[in-house]
């Protein structure tokens, strides 16, 4: 098997105990797990795209690239890339979409991805199909980032960034078209609570679809409206300038 690739296997969202913890996970096609380079950290040696591939395990399209000291290895595949184009990383690495730079070395004003929030740690923020992070300013060691949600955070300027923003934006657009395409990827059924017993839902039960309470979740917890995110995912080890907005 090539290196990178591995075998996985699936949990069908069950612990250690074999208890549900996330439901609505289950089935599907086997898959490989792609060992995508998410840290870019072969400094000043060039790489070609030899080809752009699907990955089941993500939205965005990955780029299977060849250094010149003849490692290959995946990478998000960033808007615009193709196959035969030039990628390079490290501080000396030119400003164009696919090289990856210290935030210290970016002009402020570009738009990013892959980004890191701990220096060395590997991109973190903007990694999906379509996403990106605009550098709005930088400030002693750290430089401010604005989210597509419209918040603020900080990082340190010794964090990498990928330039350009992530290919495969139309992946938003996509119409699965029957029920047995989301089981193809894993996705088990939603039932409504109000088309169950009692016994199953908080909404379950009654001769009508009125279940006539304020919504919650199959535990209990009130739901549409309230916000439900902890504290320490909301604040975490990177600044946050400004919140999101609601």
Known sequence: MPRCLRNWSK???RNNNGRITTRHIGGGHKQHYR????????????AVVERLEYDPN??????????????????????????GDQIQSGVDAAIKAGNTLPMRNIPVGSTVHNVEMKPGKGGQLARSAGAYVQIV????????????????????????ATLGEVGNAEHMLRVLGKAGAARWRGVRPTVRGTAMNPVDHPHGGGE???????????????TKGKKTAATSVLISSSYVAVAKNN
Not at 35 to 46: C, E, H, M, Q, S
Not at 61 to 66: D, F, G, R
Not at 208 to 222: A, D, E, I, L, S
Request: aromatic share 8%.
């Open 35 to 46: 060992l995508v380079d998410f840290k870019r950290n072969k400094d000043g040696i060039p």
């Open 11 to 13: 949990s069908g969202g």
């Open 208 to 222: 009508g679809k009125n279940f006539g309470k304020h919504p919650v979740t199959p535990w209990g917890v009130q």
């Open 58 to 83: 993500r939205s965005a399209n990955i780029a299977l690239v060849l250094y010149k000291d003849g490692e290959r290895r995946y990478i998000l595949a960033p808007k615009g890339l193709k196959a």
């Open 137 to 160: 300013a930088r400030d002693g060691s750290y430089v401010t980032l604005r989210l597509r949600s419209g918040e603020m955070r900080k990082v340190p300027v010794d964090c990498r």
